[in-house]
């Protein structure tokens, strides 16, 4: 079985600039997260899909941020414009129910972003 | 607000020794509990989960659930230098569907 797949792995950009991140999840996983994951803290959750729809976006600053997962399976995460305090490792994880229950999350490798 | 919290570490055994990771949590609604590893520059991997009070043991890991306290602990018997990493307890909280992770607690097995 593929795992979660993301791209790119890694991003330097300057601030003010745009940025997207993609995301594969695993085949038949119809939940999607984008978590952030700061260092020495454990992941934060951005927003979490259920198919095609965005069910929790509460801790998504959509200011800056946007997010989208066209025909419910892969998904892209997009800043603009990029701050410095945006430098991180995003991290997409797939489930296969949306519970989290008896569903436990599998992430991807990550993008580690850095903004300079 | 549900809250998890670890003892960051950096929390030091020799090879052979167990190791004991506790996380303690505030949703006392929480049914199921999860242990993620993550070594440096990785993504977090699922070792352990967790749905009753009690022990669960898969090989070398044992997880230990006490809803009465609210922690969750994570028991290494025999660790290995490839132990060394992040361990980062989870739980989605009662009506919640992502998971609420903890700091992390780093640790280190000297050979």
């Known amino acids: 079985e593929a795992g979660v797949v993301q791209s790119p792995r890694y991003k330097i950009i300057e601030k003010k600039q745009p940025v997207a991140f993609w995301c594969n999840p695993i085949s038949g996983h119809n939940t999607l997260y984008w978590y952030r994951q700061n260092l020495g803290q454990g992941p934060e959750l951005l927003i979490r899909?259920?198919?095609?729809?965005?069910?929790?976006d509460s801790q998504l600053p959509k200011d800056r941020f946007s997010a989208e997962r066209l025909k419910g399976v892969d998904s892209t995460l997009k800043i603009q414009p990029a701050e410095l305090g945006d430098s991180a490792v995003y991290l997409c994880?797939?489930?296969?129910?949306?519970?989290?229950?008896?569903?436990?999350?599998?992430f991807g490798n990550g993008t580690r972003l850095t903004v300079t | 607000q549900k809250e998890v919290e670890q003892n960051s570490g950096p929390l030091s055994v020799p090879e052979g020794a167990i190791a004991s990771l506790n996380c303690t949590y505030s949703d006392r609604g929480s049914q199921s509990f999860f242990w993620y590893r993550q070594y440096s520059g990785k993504s977090p991997e699922l070792i352990m989960f967790i749905y009753s009070n009690g022990d669960k043991e898969d090989g070398r890991f044992t997880a230990q659930l006490n809803k009465a306290s609210q922690y969750v602990s994570l028991l290494i018997r025999d660790s290995q230098p490839s132990d060394s990493a992040t361990y980062l307890c989870a739980f989605p909280g009662a009506g919640s569907y992502q998971l609420t992770f903890g700091k992390g607690t780093k640790l280190s097995v000297i050979p």
């Open positions: 899909y259920e198919n095609e729809e965005a069910v929790d």
């Open positions: 994880a797939s489930s296969t129910t949306s519970t989290g229950r008896r569903s436990p999350l599998h």
